[in-house]
């Protein structure tokens, strides 16, 4: 079986990055950005544009992708995450399946506990700042 395709969102507001708890589940209360699978014949765009508004309600206008790798979990899992930056859209932040979410600096992101996948975005995001 392939990697599976994952978007996630960086959500800036004020220079500070949105960040959400994991409830239950596989990693629960492990740290992430919001984002989800890419349903087949789905685009990336349209996959992250969905998950945003299913997990946080809001409508996203425009995004940028700005950083992609693959990871591969312990169980031999392999997912393909595309991230984006999102600085623009419409609707008020409610936090719908999330047990937590704050608006992070982005030099606090290591203080977290993150899931592994996000781990090279966050250290980037540490030494080099938010990428545009």
Same mark, same amino acid.
Request: aromatic share 10%.
């Given at each position: 079986m392939g990697?599976?395709?994952v978007v996630a969102a960086l959500v800036v507001q004020n220079g500070r990055i949105l960040i959400?708890?994991?409830? $239950? $589940?596989? #990693?629960?209360?492990?740290? !992430?950005f919001p984002g989800g699978k890419v349903e087949p014949g789905e685009a990336f765009e349209a996959a992250l #544009?969905? !998950?945003?508004? !299913? !997990? /946080?309600d809001i409508e996203v206008s425009s995004a940028r992708k700005i950083f992609r790798h693959g990871h591969r979990y312990g169980d031999g899992r392999e997912i393909d995450l595309t991230f984006f930056r999102v600085d623009e859209y419409t609707g008020v932040i409610r936090n719908r399946i999330f047990?937590?979410?704050r608006w992070a600096e982005p030099k606090s992101l290591p203080q977290f506990?993150?899931?592994e996948g996000d781990l090279p /975005?966050? $250290?980037?995001?540490?030494t080099e700042g938010m990428p545009d």
């Amino acid at each position: 079986m392939g990697a599976i395709n994952v978007v996630a969102a960086l959500v800036v507001q004020n220079g500070r990055i949105l960040i959400c708890q994991r409830r $239950g $589940g596989p #990693f629960a209360s492990k740290w !992430e950005f919001p984002g989800g699978k890419v349903e087949p014949g789905e685009a990336f765009e349209a996959a992250l #544009f969905r !998950e945003l508004k !299913e !997990e /946080l309600d809001i409508e996203v206008s425009s995004a940028r992708k700005i950083f992609r790798h693959g990871h591969r979990y312990g169980d031999g899992r392999e997912i393909d995450l595309t991230f984006f930056r999102v600085d623009e859209y419409t609707g008020v932040i409610r936090n719908r399946i999330f047990e937590d979410i704050r608006w992070a600096e982005p030099k606090s992101l290591p203080q977290f506990d993150f899931l592994e996948g996000d781990l090279p /975005l966050i $250290g980037k995001i540490a030494t080099e700042g938010m990428p545009d």
